[in-house]
Each structure stands twice: as C-alpha cells, then as structure tokens.
C-alpha cells in the first residue's frame, strides 16, 4: 500500500508543493545576517542634531589694528546623519571665523562664517552677528603701582616698601584706551594678623582716572609682588630706676646682668623711648642683698610691645643706717680724746701751782 502511494503522481505533487511553499518563506523573511543589514541601513539615514561651543576667531591685520567687541566662543547646532554628526562633534575638524580683512576703523556689525562642515550638515550659529570695534594698534609700557589695606598687618607690625618683578608692564591696545591709562596697579590681598613678609604672584590691572578697568592687553598679566612685613625694632641701653617703698635711712644700688636689650614695638614708640629704657625694680621689703627677674615688656607696659631677651636679672646691694651710727662712735671717741686732754692740762697746771707754793 505505502509502495503504491510514493509511486503515485499524487505524491510527487504534494512534495512539490511542500517544497515551493518553504522557498517561499525563506525569500519573504529575511535571516540574521539581513537584519543587521537593514539596522545599519536604517542608521546611517537617521538624522540627529548636536550643539557645541567652539571657538571664534578672526581674519585681520592685527599688527596694525586692535580689535574687540566679539565673543571669545560662540554655539553651533549641526543636524544631518547621525554617524556624521557624531563625527563632526568629536572631531571638530571646523572653524568660525570673523573675516574683518576689508573693513576698515570703527564700530561694525559682522556675520560669523564657517569652514569645514560637511556639506550634508545643516547649522545654525548663534549669534549669527556680532559687534566688533577696530582701532588703531598701539602698544606702550608703564609702571606697576601697589595698593593694599594696612589694616590686615598685626597689631604693632610695620610693611616696608613693596618691590614688584617686573616693575613694568607692556600694554597692548586701542590708541584711545591707552591714552586713557592712568595707572597700572595690583592689589594684594593680605591675610587679617599677617606677621610675615607677603610673597606672592598678583594680576595687574589697567586704570583710568575713574578707577575703571580698561579693556586691553597686558604682557605680563602677573607680576610678583614682595611686602616685607615685621616688627620695628632697636638695642638700647638699660637704667634701673627705684621704685616701692623702702625703710628709712636705706639706700639701694642696682646690677643687671645685661646692659642692653632689643626692643620691639611699633615706630612711634621706639622714637618715644630714645636710645635708652627705665627700667623700675619694686624695693618694697627689701633689708638685704638679693635679686629679681624682671620682665622687660611687662615693667614698660605700653611703651613696647616685647624685648630680647624677655628677662633681666638684677642684683640688688642694700646699704642701710649703719653708717650714721659709725660716725656717731666717732664724734663720741673725739669728745671722749678732749676730755682726756682737758683733765691733762688741769693736772698740769695743778702741778704748776705746787711748785710755785715750794719756791715761797
């Protein structure tokens, strides 16, 4: 029976017909390797946009003519397919660019122009338009002021005068703004109680006579600017002066083991003090020979602000009335010899007269 139907034509069409039906299917749906195919297709005509900012530069004789008023970047949208797009941004294998080579001195409004882009891109730059000012080029030098506030300083400390490397500063610019150039100046920012001398690097300026800032060139933009700050100081010799109460009929000398000292404090005192200090020592109860430790900013309270060394010590000698009652002994002794001498000639003149009397 199984034999007689593959033999037959029945069977043989239905092979045939199974066979034209999977051809049909293998040709209307697409396999692996076509859907990739088509995915990549489908990319690469997509479309994507991608904004930037890029750099605007300018075509000019800048030798000649200085130039402002423009942007230094400016935005770029680019739109077209996206592999493109993708490409252009992470290249940026383009320029913007302000072509001025044929305008002439003054004020203009001035389209921004591309180079670069691909022809299949589409853009829009914004601005489109820009001012720019050209003016005759002129370049000259000029000094470096310095201006800081003084109130930052320590309490006692002084700023000596600030020295600034390179004292002198190219400046680059419109003829009409360098004639408005009053000054070149930088300002230090000092820290609050700064005791040490300042030492840094400081953008200068350029000003008119209103204090604005002008917009011009400065070569260098930093100068380094150097404060020395510290506290004023001298050596002056040292007076010890009594001071306290002491008992009566004492007196007292005084022996530092230094005989000078460095003191500091602002100018005002140093020049009050002179070339000398005095220095009080407390005699309060004192009887007998002793020393002190006196400390020197603490004794001239006000009038310095420390001192080097901080300490003296004083040796300090006590002479009391011992002396006076010497010289009391001593009268005695003297009233005591003319006594002895005045009973001397009484006996003599005694002795005069018994004689006489035995001559008689």
Not at 53 to 71: E, F, M, R
Not at 177 to 197: A, F, M, W
Request: net charge positive.
């Amino acid at each position: 029976m199984m034999k007689k139907i593959v033999n037959s034509n029945y069977f043989y069409a239905f092979i045939s017909l199974c066979a034209a039906l999977w051809l049909f299917i293998s040709v209307s749906s697409p396999g692996v390797g076509s859907t990739r195919d088509s995915n990549q297709s489908s990319q690469s005509t997509a479309t994507t946009k991608a904004t930037m900012t890029v750099p605007l530069t300018i075509q000019a004789n800048t030798d000649s003519y200085y130039i402002t008023g423009y942007p230094s970047t400016v935005k770029i949208t680019i739109e077209g397919p996206s592999a493109l797009v993708t490409a252009t941004k992470n290249t940026q294998n383009f320029s913007l660019y302000l072509d001025l080579k044929k305008y002439l001195p003054g004020k203009h409004k001035v389209r921004i122009q591309q180079n670069g882009l691909n022809s299949e891109l589409t853009y829009t730059i914004k601005p489109k338009y820009v001012n720019v000012n050209i003016q005759k080029r002129q370049s000259k030098s000029f000094p470096v002021n310095v201006s800081y506030s003084k109130s930052s300083l320590a309490s006692g400390y002084e700023a000596s005068k600030p020295s600034v490397s390179p004292d002198t500063v190219r400046v680059t610019g419109s003829a009409a703004d360098i004639k408005k150039i009053d000054k070149l100046v930088v300002k230090p920012i000092l820290p609050k109680g700064i005791k040490n001398t300042f030492d840094q690097e400081v953008l200068v300026q350029a000003l008119d006579k209103k204090g604005k800032t002008l917009n011009v060139t400065l070569e260098p933009q930093t100068v380094h600017v150097k404060i020395p700050i510290s506290l004023p100081s001298k050596k002056v010799s040292i007076n010890f002066t009594q001071k306290g109460s002491s008992p009566s009929g004492m007196s007292y000398s005084f022996d530092g083991d230094i005989d000078s000292v460095t003191v500091y404090g602002t100018q005002g005192q140093l020049d009050k003090i002179g070339n000398s200090i005095e220095l009080p020592v407390d005699v309060t109860g004192i009887t007998d020979e002793t020393k002190r430790n006196i400390n020197i900013a603490d004794a001239l309270r006000g009038q310095i602000t420390s001192s080097d060394p901080q300490m003296v010590i004083v040796s300090i000698s006590v002479r009391g009335s011992s002396g006076s009652g010497s010289s009391s002994n001593n009268n005695n002794s003297s009233n005591n010899t003319s006594s002895d001498n005045n009973n001397d000639n009484e006996d003599s003149t005694n002795n005069n007269n018994d004689e006489n009397n035995d001559a008689d």
